[in-house]
């Protein structure tokens, strides 16, 4: 049987959940607890008992400038004597139309397998570096008197943190992927990661960037690095690399469209692809609905294949104006981009060019269709920060 986890189960939800990673103690215990009660938290039972189950965290992202409602999943686990039982399916499946029902509009999972995820609608949307820079490559951007406030969790400016979370949803809009983080998502982060510390630039008395970093023995661990200008990027370089005297390398993450390093003395330091999120588009229709599009010249027409999520599959009529209606598959025409769910949630955040969307399509393009999508679709690059 699935059904949302009871509060007086939420003890063996625990107990779950340490037996498949590693065990929660203290804040992080208090975050799960928290998750378990302001999520959609499903269960599955088999005679009474709790075998797996799987949560979906309210959040939201933005694609192409419009803030989607977000379902991000977490916490998958099954009892392994419950593994090869189609328990996680009824789960996904379940967890699906929940989503929808609350207006999750798209999903995103760091998978523990990307086979395993696909089959279930999900697909890549990010690439990432893993990067290490030695102390001998420091960027070294000059020497400037920036204005840079530094606390930390624990010696909290309060005033400065609210600007910090304004500044920070402000940018979220700018940026494919990013999320706009409400103070319980920022208590998330507290809870996890309380030795973080903030470094705050400010131009002319406004916020133009922050990192939240940690010190970790000799490495210097960015953990957010958000700026609105390539000024204040090279500020922010420049007070991380203040700490050259402490630290002897610097480790982040950073997505590969960014081109990090490009404008560094000396880009030649480690870099490791990483393809650690993927997304899933829930409910097709209110996602085509706010998308924007980059120019509509002619009325577009998609098929979408979804066997996981029925009510997304069908045929949908894009007009020049952005409405959206579902057509009758009798009155299809002939010509349209035909999709199955993975390819569609992964090309509409930018991942797959026309040419990757023709390779992956369930039926042949035409040279009109796909010039017609190609000016359709924005050109954008999604990052994504967030740990679920």
């Known amino acids: 049987m699935i059904k949302i986890i009871p509060k007086e189960d939420f003890e063996i939800a ?29 269960g599955a039972y088999e005679e009474g008992s709790l075998a797996g189950l799987i949560m979906s965290l309210p959040l939201n992202m933005t694609i192409n400038t419009v803030s989607y409602k977000m379902g991000g999943v977490g ?8 593994r090869n039982r189609g328990i996680m399916k009824q789960l996904i499946m379940e967890l699906l139309v929940k989503m929808r029902e609350k207006g999750e509009i798209v ?3 760091a998978p523990y397998s990307v086979s395993f995820y696909r089959y279930f609608g999900w697909e890549l949307f990010v690439d990432r570096i893993n990067y290490t820079i030695p102390t001998a490559q420091f960027p070294n951007f000059g020497k400037e008197m920036d204005d840079v406030h530094r606390f930390s969790f624990e010696y909290n400016d309060k005033k400065e ?15 494919t992927g990013m999320v706009q983080r409400e103070a319980a998502w920022w208590n998330r982060i507290e809870r996890r990661e309380a030795d973080s510390f903030f470094g705050v630039y400010h131009k002319e008395g406004e916020i133009k960037g922050y990192v939240r970093y940690s010190l970790k023995g000799l490495t210097f661990m960015v953990n957010d690095f958000v700026a609105s200008n390539v000024q204040a990027e090279q500020a922010l370089w420049r007070f991380i690399s203040s700490h050259s005297a402490s630290v002897n390398e610097i480790k982040g993450s950073a997505i590969v469209n960014d081109y990090l390093g490009f404008d560094f003395n000396d880009p030649q330091f480690k870099k490791e692809l990483v393809q650690h ?18 120019e509509l010249t002619a009325p577009l027409h998609l098929k979408i294949a979804d066997k996981f999520a029925p009510w997304n599959a069908g045929v949908y009529r894009i007009e020049t104006d952005g409405t959206v209606k579902e057509i009758m598959e009798e009155n299809q025409p002939n010509d349209l981009l035909h999709l199955d769910i993975t390819t569609f949630s992964s090309a509409m955040l930018g991942y797959l060019n026309i040419s990757m969307i023709e390779r992956y399509a369930l039926s042949d393009l035409s040279d009109k269709i796909k010039l017609e999508w190609e000016k359709a679709l924005p050109q954008m690059s999604a990052l994504f920060y967030e740990h679920f």
Request: glycine content about 2%; overall charge positive.
């Open 14 to 42: 625990h107990r779950l959940r340490d037996y498949c990673f590693t065990p929660y103690s203290g804040e992080r215990r208090k975050d799960f607890s928290y998750w378990l009660e302001n999520s959609i938290t499903l």
């Open 75 to 82: 916490f998958v686990s099954t009892y392994p004597e419950y």
């Open 107 to 109: 999903s995103v999972l």
């Open 161 to 175: 943190f609210q600007a910090v979370q304004a500044f920070h949803n402000k940018e979220a809009l700018k940026r």
């Open 277 to 294: 999120e993927m997304v899933r588009i829930v409910d097709v229709k209110p996602f085509l609905e706010k998308y924007q599009w980059a």
